[in-house]
């Protein structure tokens, strides 16, 4: 790892296609040069760009890809440029998989965390009616990794089935709770497509905090988080 000045401007990590948006904006991950254990997924909810920011200025310590671990920046580019949680046709990609439990209603989020749910989006047409959610699909079969790890904001607790060796470590990096559920349903969401697979998801709910603070605190405790799982 190298925090020098220098490297902090670029991420030097080459990057590939693996999609293509409602927009047209080209998704791309960063593969690893082994066998991919860890896949790490960030915005994939647009509104939570901090997700994106914090993971790429995490990686800039980095000169070379990993060995085992692969990561998708910005699952939802459209949402993150429009500022939206969903993508470009109003869809929440976190309940557009293809679960048993996948739901045609209507998904109802909130403004900011303390607020109603006052905003509706939709889960798609069916599972799956999105590029965006059908090409990390594709992905995620592709590499096949034993974990999966996807970054959100900003509720502040890691939220996983049980207390794994991946799971204590994020809590001792970000000195945040585990929690078993996060407390209401999430139908059609990668957790529960990863479950109905049974493959292991760890939903990293960053707290709420400006993004030079969430850098200036986690940043270098989640490159070592990250360099420590990386094995051959």
């Not at 647009?46 to 920011?53: H, I, K, R, V």
């Not at 439990?101 to 009616?129: F, H, I, K, M, Y």
Request: with cysteine.
């Amino acid at each position: 790892m190298n925090f020098e000045p220098e490297t902090r401007g670029t991420l030097r990590l080459e990057t590939r296609i693996y999609g293509t948006s409602v927009l047209g904006a080209p998704l791309r991950y960063i593969p690893c040069t082994g066998r991919c254990r860890l896949l790490v997924v960030a915005a994939i909810h647009g509104e939570e760009p901090e997700t994106t920011f914090l993971l790429s200025r995490s990686l800039r310590a980095f000169g070379n890809n990993f060995r085992s671990i692969a990561f998708v920046l910005c699952a939802n580019p459209d949402g993150v440029t429009l500022g939206t949680r969903g993508n470009a046709n109003g869809v929440d990609l976190n309940r557009n998989f293809k679960t048993s439990n996948w739901n045609a209603g209507a998904v109802p989020s909130r403004s900011v965390l303390e607020a109603p749910r006052d905003t509706l989006l939709s889960p798609g047409t069916a599972p799956a009616s999105e590029p965006e959610t059908l090409a990390l699909i594709t992905l995620i079969e592709k590499l096949a990794p034993e974990t999966i790890l996807s970054m959100h904001a900003p509720i502040g607790c890691i939220d996983a089935p049980a207390a794994t060796e991946i799971v204590r470590e994020l809590g001792d990096v970000f000195g945040i709770p585990h929690v078993a559920d996060i407390g209401y349903a999430t139908p059609g969401s990668l957790g529960t497509w990863c479950a109905e697979r049974k493959k292991e998801c760890v939903t990293l709910e960053l707290p709420r905090m400006p993004l030079e603070l969430l850098f200036e605190r986690f940043g270098r405790g989640f490159s070592e988080f990250l360099a420590g799982r990386d094995v051959p």
